[in-house]
């Protein structure tokens, strides 16, 4: 399968990111800690859906949009990369996530264990069940990133790192 460039890449969920999900009588943090996906990606990561904006988008619905090809968890949170369908009908999401129209993520979940402060205004999701992550208009976690990994982009970023390596290496000479 080509995917042509077309691979949806960033963070579903970043940890120890605020999420405001109380309300203005009872204000509460949320916070998905280190280590809350250890669970899914050991047990179900190959059930885990892509969908746009949670499967309510009325272009996509609950039609998955893509295929998971990497999960993992590291310091910043879950890191992903999914193969866009090679469909036309998928070609708008691709020019929405390419036109940066589409730069954020959200993940849809179970909560299986958590715990709060003593005053009940920080919750800390510590294991999640993780059924869908994807591209959405509006995410709860603005440290969820989203992007078009093309080769384009990828040719792009390898000609400025060694534009600025160059550039590093002539001032070294010049100091010298």
Same mark, same amino acid.
Request: hydrophobic share 40%.
């Given at each position: 399968?080509?995917?042509?460039?077309?691979?949806?890449?960033? %963070?579903?969920?970043?940890?120890? %990111?605020?999420?405001? #999900?109380?309300? &203005?009588?009872?204000?509460?943090?949320?916070? =998905?800690?280190?280590? @809350?996906?250890?669970?899914?990606?050991?047990?179900?990561?190959?059930? =885990?859906?892509?969908? +746009?904006?949670?499967?309510?988008?009325?272009?996509?619905?609950?039609?998955?949009? @893509? +295929?998971?090809?990497?999960?993992?968890? /590291?310091?910043?949170?879950?890191?992903?990369? @999914?193969?866009?369908?090679?469909?036309? #009908?998928?070609?708008?999401?691709?020019? #929405?996530? &390419? @036109?940066?129209?589409?730069?954020?993520?959200?993940?849809?979940?179970? +909560?299986?264990?958590?715990? %709060?402060?003593?005053?009940?205004?920080?919750?800390?999701?510590? !294991?999640?069940?993780?059924?869908?992550?994807?591209?959405?208009?509006?995410?709860?976690?603005?440290?969820?990133?989203?992007?078009?990994?093309?080769?384009?982009?990828?040719?792009? /970023?390898?000609?400025?790192?060694?534009?600025?390596?160059?550039?590093? !290496?002539?001032? &070294?000479?010049?100091?010298?």
């Amino acid at each position: 399968v080509s995917t042509k460039g077309r691979t949806l890449t960033g %963070y579903a969920s970043a940890f120890n %990111y605020p999420i405001d #999900s109380g309300t &203005k009588l009872r204000p509460q943090t949320t916070l =998905v800690r280190p280590g @809350a996906f250890t669970k899914t990606l050991n047990e179900h990561s190959d059930r =885990v859906q892509v969908l +746009v904006n949670h499967g309510m988008d009325s272009r996509w619905g609950m039609s998955p949009v @893509a +295929v998971v090809s990497d999960m993992h968890q /590291d310091q910043t949170g879950l890191r992903v990369s @999914a193969d866009i369908i090679d469909d036309p #009908s998928f070609d708008p999401l691709v020019a #929405s996530l &390419k @036109a940066g129209a589409f730069r954020a993520m959200s993940i849809q979940f179970e +909560v299986d264990k958590e715990d %709060y402060n003593e005053d009940h205004t920080e919750r800390n999701l510590r !294991e999640l069940a993780l059924w869908e992550f994807g591209p959405v208009t509006w995410p709860a976690n603005e440290g969820a990133v989203a992007e078009l990994n093309s080769l384009a982009k990828f040719a792009a /970023d390898l000609a400025t790192s060694q534009a600025e390596s160059l550039a590093d !290496e002539s001032r &070294k000479r010049t100091l010298e």
